[in-house]
């Protein structure tokens, strides 16, 4: 799958992985700290998430400004990494103060300014040469596994920290004790019988009173959510020492176009357009910049009302088959058991990789089928679990995506990147299709009073929104990095990819807004608002999809 690119897209991935672990990692846990120590609702957790992700996802407009004018793109995402490891240092303190975890949160939202946008501008720098221009499509499916494979192990690691914190002090995981033990303690707990229940269910652990024990157990878990927090700058380290110790792999690509143009081997290189077609680049940007917001709005309620539907209308303990797909122990050796499975009876592989692939698949189902059978018949899970298999989609599916257009672009069918982010909104509205469905039958979040369903729906309706909106994502968010790197004009590359981030930001807050809704209708209206503005969305794309083609080609 890297064959025909440059080495520098490896460090690229790698210093990605590493930045985007620690963010999964912060950002699965995220709603679940605001509501466990400051007792927020969805709303008020809705409006600090949505203004954190507008100011991840905006300073990059920033940061692109910089690197274009100042200190170049390898200089900015640096400093941009230096700066992410104090800010998640800062938000692991101890400590309760609001203002302090917005300041962390300013700080974390500037170095990915610094870092993020620079990153994809300078891969977009690796593929201005004409033997890799036909691959720049791909680099960036590549790229974004990435930031999926970090992704995937983050939601683990922050599990593991939270219930290393609470074992020290005697518990395990229960988000019910949480929620009620903050209703209590502001005296809005009416009826105490379940939580005196879930109270005596911790194990090993003795408490004279139900204050003192939601106090000790609150406390317990967000000191566990500050551990993960800490995973996440040292992840920020692993990035650092990547980005910097392999840079001449891509030292020749990290020039901005200030930098080219007082360069005698780059001048004659550079590409001069005219006004008309930097007036028609622009237009193709912002336009497709004012439609991805609308993606992003929708597809990140994965960390704010999707998450919470994991929490209270989702079933917390699930069958053994079911538990592979929820743990590493198990998980991971059947990825490698389906990896070896591919390699074993892939027509292209060579005799000695179908016999590696053999080995790897049958020792790999074998310790899979050891683990599970370790498992108890029913076993329980943590809600913020499920953000795992977005990425673990993306790993598996970019593959498959990439060999699909390969195989169009062969027969001369490949649609245009314009029209697969059009094709990536219509296949968004048709992903919530599936949580409406779902959502049913179901009490709205006003009736439950931020409490627990008692109809529970099982994990495959989140797990099959997950993957459908994987297919939809491979369509719409690398194909719109790639699609930057191509139209933007040369003098403003870093500007415009913190552009295209910054339309991200946009979205993202429109993401936490909405939680208002989800507070005040029915969960099938709510779903149903997502679908009408993804496919309203696709619409206006393929609206003025000549437009955008042709700018593309100018």
């Known amino acids: 799958m890297l064959k025909n690119h440059p080495k520098g897209l490896i460090v690229a991935f790698f210093a990605n992985m590493g930045e985007r672990f620690g963010y999964y990692t912060m950002l699965s846990i995220f709603v679940f700290y605001l509501q466990a120590t400051f007792g927020f609702s969805v709303t008020k957790a809705g409006w600090v998430y949505g203004g954190f992700l507008f100011g991840i996802y905006f300073l990059p407009v920033f940061g692109g400004l910089i690197a274009d004018k100042v200190l170049g793109y390898g200089r900015t995402i640096t400093v941009g990494i230096i700066v992410l490891f104090f800010g998640y240092g800062l938000l692991a303190l101890p400590g309760k103060s609001f203002l302090f975890l917005l300041f962390s949160l300013f700080v974390i939202s500037a170095g990915t300014g610094l870092f993020k946008g620079n990153l994809q501008a300078l891969v977009g720098n690796m ?22 494979i970090g992704a995937f192990f983050a939601p683990s690691a922050a599990t593991a920290a939270i219930n290393w914190v609470l074992g020290k002090n005697g518990f395990f995981y229960n988000p019910k004790i949480v929620d009620l033990g903050n209703k209590f303690l502001v005296g809005k707990l009416e009826d105490t019988s379940e939580l005196s229940l879930l109270a005596k269910a911790q194990a090993g652990v003795s408490f004279t009173n139900l204050s003192g024990f939601c106090e000790k157990y609150i406390n317990s878990v967000s000191m566990g959510y500050k551990a993960a927090f800490a995973i996440a700058a040292l992840s920020m380290i692993v990035s650092f020492v990547i980005f910097v110790v392999f840079k001449k792999y891509y030292k020749d690509d990290d020039l901005s176009e200030k930098e080219k143009a007082a360069s005698e081997e780059h001048r004659d290189k550079l590409i001069e357009l005219s006004p008309k077609q930097i007036k028609d680049r622009l237009f193709a940007l912002y ?34 088959f079911t538990y592979i797909f929820f743990s590493l122990k198990s998980f991971l050796p059947l990825i490698l058991a389906i990896i070896g499975l591919v390699f074993l009876i892939r027509k292209a592989s060579a005799r000695v990789t179908r016999i590696i692939g053999g080995i790897l698949f049958l020792g790999a189902t074998i310790v899979t089928y050891r ?26 599916l970019t593959p498959v995506v990439i060999a699909f257009f390969s195989f169009l672009q062969k027969m001369n069918k490949e649609p245009s990147t314009p029209k697969k982010i059009g094709i990536g909104m219509i296949i968004t509205g048709l992903s919530f299709g599936i949580m409406l469905i779902a959502s049913i039958g179901l009490k709205s979040p006003a009736a439950l009073k931020g409490g627990i ?33 191509k139209v933007a004009p040369p003098k403003y590359k870093g500007t415009m990819q913190g552009g295209w981030l910054a339309a991200t930001a946009a979205g993202n807050l429109l993401a936490g807004l909405i939680g208002y809704f989800w507070d005040k209708w029915e969960l099938w209206q709510f779903f149903g608002l997502l679908i009408v503005m993804s496919l309203l969305s696709a619409a206006l794309i393929f609206s003025v999809m000549k437009k955008l083609e042709t700018a593309s080609k100018s």
């Open 127 to 148: 593929y201005d040469h004409p033997q890799y221009e036909k691959q720049r499509d791909y680099a960036f499916n590549i790229f974004y596994m990435g930031i999926n």
């Open 287 to 320: 336009f497709v910049f004012f439609v991805v917001m609308f993606f992003w709005m929708s597809f990140h309620q994965n960390g704010l009302t999707m998450s919470v539907f994991a929490k209270n209308y989702t079933v917390d303990k699930v069958d053994n």
């Open 371 to 396: 683990v599970v059978k370790g498992y108890d018949s029913i076993m329980p899970i943590s809600p913020q679990i499920f953000q795992q298999f977005n990425p673990i989609f993306i790993v598996f």
């Open 453 to 485: 369903s008692e109809i529970l729906r099982g994990p495959y309706w989140l797990i099959g929104t997950y993957f459908s909106l994987t297919i939809a994502e491979l369509c719409l968010s690398p194909m719109g990095i790639s699609f930057v790197s």
